[in-house]
């Protein structure tokens, strides 16, 4: 365990805002934790994980506690699935490729998603039609104020479309150390319906594919249109996709004929978000070192030595602007600090 006063966190999170951190702590073991959170109990603490699903507007007055925990084991296995258990440090990325190497199926189309392990259920993450709680098995807590474990199911975290109970009502009060996912050893359930992944595996010649074809495709699609973090600052997408009323989407259809959208329910329809910020005219627009980014609308982007609170003001104005032409509210995905 390694504690540091006064620090940047420009480095901690995919955004590149130079936020400062009063007081750092690196977690790399359960017992590091627990000792932090018994001994500093008047303490506040802010849990930073992969920093891949946050921006930073404001220094860090909190004790931040950086969980780098590290391990990926199956505890459990049966000849058609594996239960399989990644600690909280790890990169999503590189647990999804582990999984393929181990020819386990259900997180191909989650691959090159940022961000670390224990923040994925928190946002129940997801893309290219499968999220986080199709594979979910459970997770494993420390309270904060007690110190004690705490394991959820599926059911306990009450998913719901980038939601889960750990942005709501337990917001704060549990720290996730592990998570484990219920994964498919043979007659894996593949999904190429959704976006581009049908037309860019048929772009690869593949027309049997494996779920490794899957995660290529998908790879190959974000790399696409989505920026490097590692060049440009980012967080992935910062909006959701809005989910309207069939009344809102006919209205909308009326102006726009060809709105994109999907069907949710019989009485629900999901729009991008990211074609109605294009459509709104703000895809490619550049304010000095931040902006929207040419190539995927719901990208914001930190192209140098922008401020969390510069983009947080561009936020602001896309989302006013759409509402404002398409009666439409879309959310951030992203965290605002």
Known sequence: MTIQENISLKNYNTFGVDA???????????????TVLK????????????????????????????????GISITY?????????????ENWHEFVVWCLNK??????????????????????????????????????????STQEKKTFSNEDCNFGYRES????????????????????????????????IKSELESLNITNPTIKDISTAV????????PDPKKIGNSGSFFKNPIISE???????NDFPNAPHYVVSEKEIKVPAGWLIETAGFKGKRFGDYGVHNKQALVLVNYGNATG?????????????????FNIKIETEVNII
Do not use: W
């Open 309 to 325: 609170k510069d983009i947080y003001e561009l936020a602001k104005l896309i989302q006013q602007t759409v509402f404002r032409l």
């Open 77 to 89: 296995e049966t000849d058609d699935y594996a239960i399989v258990k990644g600690n909280a440090g």
């Open 103 to 144: 020819n386990l199926g259900g997180v191909e189309n989650m691959s090159l998603i940022p961000g670390n392990i224990g923040t994925a259920p928190i946002q129940n993450i997801g893309a290219y039609g499968i999220e986080l709680k199709d594979v979910f098995h459970s997770c494993e807590t420390i309270n904060i």
């Open 39 to 70: 001994s500093e109990t008047s303490k506040s603490f802010f849990i930073l994980g992969g920093g891949s699903n946050m921006l930073l507007t404001k220094d860090i007055d909190a004790m931040v506690l950086h969980l780098n925990l590290k």
């Open 247 to 253: 009344e809102a989407f006919i209205k909308l259809q």
């Open 219 to 226: 790879i190959n699609i974000r790399q696409s249109k989505l």
């Open 20 to 34: 400062k951190a009063n007081t750092y702590v690196d977690i790399v073991t359960i017992e590091d934790l627990k």
């Open 165 to 196: 109970v750990f942005k709501q009502t337990l917001k704060g009060k549990y720290i996730i150390t592990s998570v484990k996912l219920k994964l498919t050893k043979r007659n894996h359930k593949l999904n190429i319906a959704y976006g581009a």
